[in-house]
């Protein structure tokens, strides 16, 4: 059995596609058997609502006008990474308010994709294109000109449960670990979880179009920390953290119920994602993946007490789903972090748009079957060297390897046409050079007078 992404769509146009959740998969397939997944249905939709740090968007605030280059900017309070280009930034959903450390970039991302009004403070050091210094003023999601997330990492194809040892309490972004193994925490939704339904990625690439926030959104690359050389159970899913997506999507056309700041104490804020991927049912291998039950899941439980998180069991989504796990010999509660009602809406809202006709499936634009493993910093050599000597090293090594870039900045200061165009490419004419040095003030790569090639000295310009 075979089916085309061409061929499902077709189906979803005509009113015709078969498509069930995750969950109602499961359920048809406990009932039926896999075959009757694969011969009957088109499409399984997915859903999660987690707490995903690695989140955060990209803005355009417009110019001002004089117009300014912003380089130190602020929304809310919180601030905005603006090495960028005049007026972009970058606001991460982990990064707190100068004002209050349970206030992030997590909040002022939901209050713009609510459409409230967010101050926003902007300096910059002032230019001949830019004059401007400083600038203070509301903006909305309505008056800036783009603002869509990116997201470096999201939906963790499974995620460790987390435990306390110790005989404190410790806060952490799995939530308030209570001592002597008082609480497990976990943060994944079982069976609904998008990579847990095709654990091979054999559906979801670069391209693939999924549910973002409430609005429309993108596979657009391999998520950070992606690792698909991890051990499976005995059903072909990952027991451990495995593969990762980088997303991206308008926020403008986002619904703030999917989009939620946060803040865990005495950790720090993050922000809530809902995400939902559609599974096309192409194959009976990916049948069968679809239809694996929270029983054929299974994750690590570690103690976040010790640096190393060492593994103390492992269990299966369906008893961490029950309220509480046997683990060294008594019974501890277990609650997750992730939210399954919402992750339930989210697949069931992107089977409504698919059985409407208002989704429709890509095709991927490459596959994610890279072989990735984790590294670390464990065996990096620490060093106490100064930061400055660190920067004189690496300007240096730039000094040593300049070449010409053929950007054609210095042809047209150049008054006496020493350098010109020449099918693209930028000549030195040496007869015509008089050592005015101008060109070396326009060099955005730094480069000096030519001189070397005809055994004169270099002049030694500052960059």
């Not at 000109?145 to 990116?150: A, G, Q, S």
Request: proline fraction near 4%.
């Amino acid at each position: 059995m075979n089916r085309t992404i061409e061929e499902i769509n077709r189906k979803i146009l005509e009113g015709n596609a078969v498509v069930l959740t995750a969950e109602e998969v499961v359920k048809l397939a406990k009932e039926e058997g896999v075959k009757e997944v694969a011969r009957k249905v088109d499409v399984v939709t997915t859903g999660t609502f987690a707490p995903m740090c690695s989140s955060g968007a990209f803005i355009n605030f417009g110019h001002s006008f004089p117009p300014m280059r912003m380089e130190k900017i602020t929304l809310g309070g919180v601030e905005v990474y603006g090495g960028i280009a005049a007026v972009d930034g970058y606001i991460g959903a982990t990064q707190e308010s100068a004002y209050d450390k349970t206030f992030g970039g997590g909040h002022v991302i939901e209050l713009l994709i609510r459409g409230e009004k967010v101050l926003l403070e902007a300096f910059g050091k002032g230019t001949d294109c830019y004059p401007r210094k400083h600038f203070k003023g509301y903006v909305d999601k309505n008056s800036i000109n783009d603002f869509f997330l990116f997201n470096p990492r999201n939906a963790y194809q499974n995620y460790a449960a987390a435990t306390n040892g110790s005989d404190k309490v410790i806060y952490t972004y799995m939530g308030k670990l209570l001592p002597n193994y008082g609480n497990i925490t976990y943060s994944t939704s079982g069976e609904l979880s998008p990579l847990l339904k095709d654990p091979k990625l054999l559906t979801i690439g670069i391209g693939t179009k999924i549910f973002l926030g409430g609005g429309v959104g993108y596979v657009s690359w391999y998520g950070t920390q992606f690792r698909n050389t991890v051990k499976e159970n005995e059903y072909g899913i990952p027991i451990s953290p495995a593969r990762t997506l980088a997303l991206i999507g308008d926020a403008k056309k986002m619904n703030a119920k999917y989009i939620k700041g946060a803040y865990f104490k005495n950790y720090g804020t993050t922000l809530f994602v809902g995400l939902g991927i559609p599974i096309p049912i192409l194959s009976e291998e990916i049948a069968y993946y679809v239809s694996v039950s929270d029983e054929q899941i299974h994750t690590e439980i570690k103690d976040y007490s010790v640096p190393e998180r060492p593994t103390l069991g492992i269990v299966s989504y369906a008893q961490l789903k029950s309220g509480k796990v046997e683990l060294l010999g008594k019974e501890i509660k277990t609650s997750s972090l992730s939210s399954l009602k919402v992750a339930r809406e989210i697949a069931e809202e992107l089977k409504t748009w698919m059985l409407n006709g208002e989704f429709l499936l890509t095709n991927l634009a490459d596959n994610l079957h890279e072989e990735r493993s984790l590294k670390n910093l464990y065996n990096a050599k620490e060093l106490d060297l100064d930061m400055k000597e660190n920067y004189h090293e690496l300007r240096a090594t730039l000094e040593k390897d300049k070449s010409c870039v053929h950007c054609g900045a210095c042809v047209s200061v150049c008054q006496y046409s020493a350098f010109q165009f020449s099918e693209g490419n930028v000549d030195f004419v040496q007869d015509k050079c008089t050592e005015c040095l101008v060109c070396a003030d326009v060099c955005p790569v730094g480069l000096r007078l030519p001189y070397d090639k005809a055994g004169k000295e270099t002049f030694d310009m500052p960059y």
